[in-house]
């Protein structure tokens, strides 16, 4: 099959709909925070990833994906472009997305607590994106 992507991450953020009322249809978008290691250095960073899941996989993922649960994610890798100002100028931005076609939930639920630990453990700049993910 071509075209197909597999990530493990955390959940950044919970999923949220945008609905289309002309056809009916509704897109559940969430991120996903990959870590990305490098064998020339010790530091690892950590990658995010857009998700779109369409229709009835999208009311899947919103009953069953939360904020800083570990997911593998299956899915076609696409492209977005759009326009966006910066600095008064007009600028045409592309970046990849995960067109989701299933996933599976990993490890244990994460608790309020958990949440509170690894938001204290991330610095401010990186908290509203990453609050959730486990270092």
């Known amino acids: 099959m071509n075209n197909t992507i597999t990530i493990v991450g955390y959940v950044g953020q919970n999923p949220h709909t945008i609905a289309f009322e002309d056809t009916g249809n509704k ?4 991120s996903v925070a990959v870590k990305e290691f490098s ?13 779109d899941a369409w229709n ?10 939360t904020k800083g649960r570990e997911v593998v994610v299956h899915g076609r890798l696409a492209l977005s472009t759009f326009n966006k100002e910066v600095n008064g100028q007009k600028v045409e931005v592309t970046k ?12 244990r639920k ?6 509170n ?11 509203s ?4 993910v486990k270092n």
């Open 96 to 107: 990849p997305i995960i067109k989701l076609t299933s996933f599976h939930l990993c490890g």
């Open 39 to 51: 064998s020339n250095t010790d530091e690892s960073k950590t990658l995010w990833l857009d998700v």
């Open 110 to 115: 994460p608790t309020s607590e958990d949440q």
């Open 56 to 65: 009835g996989l999208g009311e899947r993922v919103l009953k069953t994906i």
């Open 117 to 127: 630990e690894a938001s204290n453990a991330i610095p401010s700049t990186k908290k």
């Open 129 to 132: 994106r990453l609050s959730a």
């Open 27 to 30: 897109v559940v978008k969430f």
